[in-house]
């Protein structure tokens, strides 16, 4: 059963992905027919690629989000809680 899952989320991974860039063609496609400049057209595929390039290196971010959350220490940050009776003084250690 996990088999065909996984198989799944490949598929529909592979499918978002081929559908992104066929959204990215038609977006730069439309800012041409809309505006008929060569900004509109270079703005569109600027952004196209930005978005198609977040969308394939999702694992870039996560490296980026591990090297700054481990610059700041917070992996190795290990609080203890304990629970006490009302009414009981509490020490800290």
């Not at 490949?10 to 038609?26: H, K, M, N």
């Not at 057209?41 to 870039?60: E, P, Q």
């Not at 940050?77 to 509490?90: F, Y």
């Amino acid at each position: 059963m996990i088999d065909f899952l996984n198989e799944k989320v490949l598929e529909v991974t592979a499918f978002v992905r081929g559908a992104s860039v066929l959204g990215a063609i038609v977006m730069v496609a439309l800012a041409y027919y809309k505006a008929r400049t060569l900004v509109a057209v270079l703005v569109a595929a600027l952004t196209a690629g930005v978005f198609l390039w977040a969308i394939n290196n999702t694992s870039w971010w996560t490296d980026r989000v591990e090297e700054e959350t481990d610059t700041l220490g917070r992996n190795t940050l290990v609080v203890i809680a304990a629970v006490t009776p009302l009414g009981a003084p509490v020490e800290i250690a």
